[in-house]
């Protein structure tokens, strides 16, 4: 259906995006920043802590609000991570990053209730199946690509952008993502009419 296309294509560009702050973000704070290896490694649990606060967030707006509005922001947010690294200064930046994944660190509990909302319980198995490969495609391109851009330029910067603009794309992609419309049952609407 067009809500599972455009959902997953979200959630793909997303994915791009992401892998710049969870593969990226060690060798962007010690090779660009300066940090040392023990610092990163501070700031990495610090992500992982807020990212963990985001599953109960998440967790109870989910009952509260649009699956896809759950799903933009939570994009939103991991948008900025990215940018954030590279606009701010150091350490703005890092402050940014932890702060935002508190609301961009749900992507585990939004995904499968947004196909679960969308299609319902009793396909989920499919329809996640369906759809776990080409998400994957997508975290195995964007460590690729952060990597060769970083290659070609010595910098991080460029790579970021480019995530960070992905992710703001995925995020307003999701806000189109809306329930599909059910087809009448011919066996029941024949009884009825």
Same mark, same amino acid.
């Given at each position: =259906?067009?809500?599972?296309?455009?959902?997953?294509?979200?959630?793909?560009?997303?994915?791009?995006?992401?892998?710049?702050?969870?593969?990226?973000?060690?060798?962007?704070?010690?090779?660009?920043?300066?940090?040392?290896?023990?610092?990163?490694s501070i700031?990495?649990?610090?992500?992982?802590?807020?990212?963990? &606060?985001?599953?109960?967030?998440?967790?109870?707006?989910?009952?509260?609000? @649009?699956?896809?509005?759950?799903?933009?922001?939570?994009?939103?947010?991991?948008?900025?991570?990215?940018?954030?690294?590279?606009?701010?200064?150091?350490?703005?930046?890092?402050? &940014?990053?932890? @702060?935002t994944s508190?609301?961009?660190? %749900?992507?585990?509990?939004?995904?499968?209730?947004?196909?679960?909302?969308?299609?319902?319980?009793?396909?989920?198995?499919?329809?996640?199946? @369906?759809?776990?490969?080409?998400?994957?495609? @997508?975290?195995?391109?964007?460590?690729?690509?952060?990597?060769?851009?970083?290659?070609?330029? %010595?910098t991080f910067?460029?790579?970021?952008?480019?995530?960070?603009?992905?992710?703001?794309?995925?995020?307003?992609?999701?806000?189109?993502?809306?329930?599909?419309?059910?087809?009448?049952?011919?066996? =029941?609407?024949?009884?009825?009419?």
């Amino acid at each position: =259906t067009r809500t599972f296309w455009v959902t997953v294509g979200a959630m793909t560009l997303v994915g791009l995006s992401a892998s710049a702050a969870v593969i990226h973000l060690v060798p962007f704070l010690t090779m660009q920043e300066g940090m040392s290896a023990q610092g990163a490694s501070i700031v990495v649990s610090l992500r992982f802590g807020a990212s963990s &606060v985001s599953r109960l967030v998440w967790g109870f707006a989910v009952e509260r609000f @649009a699956i896809n509005h759950c799903l933009a922001v939570a994009f939103l947010s991991r948008a900025v991570h990215p940018l954030a690294l590279v606009l701010l200064p150091y350490p703005f930046n890092v402050v &940014v990053l932890v @702060a935002t994944s508190v609301t961009g660190g %749900g992507f585990q509990v939004l995904q499968p209730m947004a196909f679960a909302n969308y299609f319902g319980r009793r396909n989920s198995g499919a329809i996640l199946g @369906a759809a776990r490969p080409l998400l994957t495609l @997508a975290s195995l391109a964007g460590p690729l690509f952060i990597s060769l851009v970083f290659d070609l330029t %010595g910098t991080f910067n460029l790579a970021f952008f480019v995530a960070g603009g992905l992710g703001i794309m995925g995020g307003g992609l999701v806000l189109l993502a809306t329930p599909p419309q059910k087809k009448a049952d011919p066996v =029941t609407k024949s009884a009825t009419a």
